[in-house]
Each structure stands twice: as structure tokens, then as C-alpha cells.
């Protein structure tokens, strides 16, 4: 919630027509007992997803060791 928080604070104006999809669980929530989440940021250009992106980065380096984060930018499949 805090990382969709930060990505949330840091989204262009509506105009621009950026959106940010959850925090939610992940189509696959429970794999070897840990659970997944995914956040999803849509936009008409990479550019336009700087901010948001910039901002995901930095909270993955203040994230609990228990936690594991990773930013896929253009992914092939959502699972």
C-alpha cells in the first residue's frame, strides 16, 4: 500500500492520461506459500510513466528484506 501510495503521489496531471491499476493481489496471489501483489501503471508513453516509475524505484530500496519488489517495464505476460 505504501509503494502504490508513493506511485499514486507521483502521477502526472489526468490530462496527460496515466493510470495506476492496484495495489492488487497478482493473478497468481499465493506461490510456495509467499503472496504476490502487483501494481499496474498504463500510459500513452514510457515517458509519461517516469514519475510514477522513478518513485516505485526508490520505495524498492527502502522495502523490508522479508519483501521482495521488482519493477518489469513492457512485461510479456501479467502471471
Known amino acids: 500500500k505504501r509503494l502504490g501510495g508513493a506511485m499514486a503521489r507521483a ?3 489526468a490530462s496527460v ?5 492496484g495495489p492488487a493481489p497478482a493473478p497468481l496471489s499465493r506461490i510456495k506459500g509467499k503472496t504476490r501483489w502487483q501494481i ?3 500510459g500513452p ?4 510513466l ?3 516509475l522513478d518513485a516505485a524505484e ?3 530500496a527502502e522495502l523490508p528484506a ?3 519488489g521488482v ?3 513492457d512485461p510479456g505476460a501479467m502471471l
Request: hydrophobic share 50%; aromatic share 0%.
Open 11 to 13: 502521477l502526472p496531471p
Open 17 to 21: 492520461g496515466v493510470r495506476l491499476l
Open 40 to 42: 499496474v501503471v498504463k
Open 45 to 48: 508513453t514510457h515517458a509519461s
Open 50 to 52: 517516469a514519475g510514477p
Open 58 to 60: 526508490a520505495m524498492l
Open 66 to 68: 522479508s519483501v521482495k
Open 71 to 73: 519493477l518489469d517495464v
